[in-house]
Structure formats: C-alpha cells, structure tokens
C-alpha cells in the first residue's frame, strides 16, 4: 500500500475489528478520502486499488460489513465504494456452507431494508444477501416494515437462486434455524424439490452407462472431424508448427538436497466450483433487468 493515508486507514480498521464503538468513524473517513481520491484521478480503478486492503479487512469482519455497506451502498456518492468492497465479500463467501450473520440491530431500519434490497440487484453471493436478509428478521422481528421487506426478499432468493436458497436454510450450522420465515421459505422450497423430482424427465437424462459410453464416442469422433477440418482449410497450418502436450493424473516435482537432485510425483486432483446464476437472466433477461432496477428503489409498497 503506498497511499499513507490509506494504509493509516487500513491500521485503524484493523483496531476498530475489536473495538466497533471506533469504526464508524473510520469508515466515514474511509469513504471520504476515497470521494475526494475520485476527483483526484482519471480512473476509478487507481483510487479502488489504493483501497483494496481497507475494502479486504473489512470484509473479514461481519461488524465492519454491516456498517459499511448500509452507509455506502445507500449514498450514491459511496455507491462505486460499495460495489467494489460488495464483490470482495462475494468472494470471500461463494462457497460458504452458510447464510453469513450480521449483527444489524445498531443501524437504522430504512438503511438496513435498502441496503438488503441493493445487495440483492448486485447478485452478491446468496451467502451475504440472504444472511443479510435473515438478519433483518433478527433484528426486528416485530416491525411491520421489516416483516414487509423479509418476505419480499426470501421470496426473491427463493425464486432466483431456489438451489442456492435451499442449501443455505438447510444447513445444520445455520444460524437461522429459530426464524420462522426461513423455516417456512425451506419448506416451500422442499415441497417444490419433491415435485420437479416427480416430474418426466428426457431420454438422454436416464441413458444407460453403455449409451452414454456411445454417445461419448459419437460426440468424441465428431469433435476430431471437426478439428481435423479445420487444420486441413486453416492458413496457420502453412506457417506454424504444431506442438502436443499430454496431460496425466501426476506431476513430477524437482527438489535438491545437498549436492543430490531427487524426484517425486504429486498426485492432480480435481478441482470444481460450481454458482447457481440467477433464474431470471436465464429465462427472462429483460425482466431480470426490470426487477433489479425495482428493487434498487428499495421494496414495492
């Protein structure tokens, strides 16, 4: 971090992590020089890089979290700020077995509700959103606005993300086990499951392993066709060579001891990540759009 400013910044949001009476302050500091850091610069991307360690501690503490984005995220002049530290915790929990807490009893209840409505029109990680949601219902479960904006909410996760949604609420370390409208939103989202299990499913989807096998070779032997058509017309063929490199399930690894070299194989181990994308951008993008926008307003009345 070169910026002095920025990694003073970044010392006392390390302090604040234990003391949270102290990081109001610093995040209004924080959001300030980087305003004043926008007209300073051409690019956005030099001001967000001199901030990119602050926006890092701060995702790592739900405290932090909390107060930053429903501070920024619902001032349009912190809003690009808000992004960059939202995508960050989008991240950090992609893979998160469980909807992340946050302690929201401290912030202002319109803040708190608006805040929850941008996370989601962002398409954080349903981790953070769907936390932040649950949270709400924590926080005030006696409020008729709060209850407004928890069932229009759920039910958004519910139908963008119905996999995701289910997974998170069905966990056992969740820690919104006791809330009734999570409870509710799983069981919705169960009987659901059941009922598209039951439903006919395509031929291809029930092949037997030697069909698949088959299929496999057909798709195999076309793909070659295609690649060898494409070599025999290509006009790189004339001016480059070609180079093949196999792949295997091992890797040798060099290490020197001493005057002596020694070898040993590491096994490869596959690696996967799957992200459930939001149902509407796949069936429906123009109403995807229309629904963001809506819900960037905050919740329909």
Known sequence: MTNKIFFELYRRLAVARSEPTKCLSVLDELAKVCRDGKKAVSSSNEWLAEADDCLHEITKSSILFAAAVSSWLTTDEDVELAKALVSKASISHLQQPVAEAYDLSNIEEDRAILAACRLCTHYVAPAVSLGWTLSLAVSSPKSDKIRQAVDHLLQHHAQEFPETTRRLLSSEDSPFKSV???????????????????????????????????????????????????????????????QHFKYANKTAVEFVVGDHVHETTLEMSPYSLSVEPPLSERTDPEFGLDRRRGLWRGVPQ
């Open 180 to 242: 009734e409208k999570a409870n509710e939103t799983l069981a919705a989202l169960e009987e659901q499951e059941v009922w598209l299990e039951s439903l006919p499913r395509l031929r291809e989807f029930a092949m037997t392993p030697e069909m698949r096998l088959t299929l496999s070779s057909l798709k195999r032997t076309e793909n070659r066709a295609i690649h060898r058509h494409s070599r025999e017309t290509s006009i790189f063929s004339q001016i480059f060579t070609e």
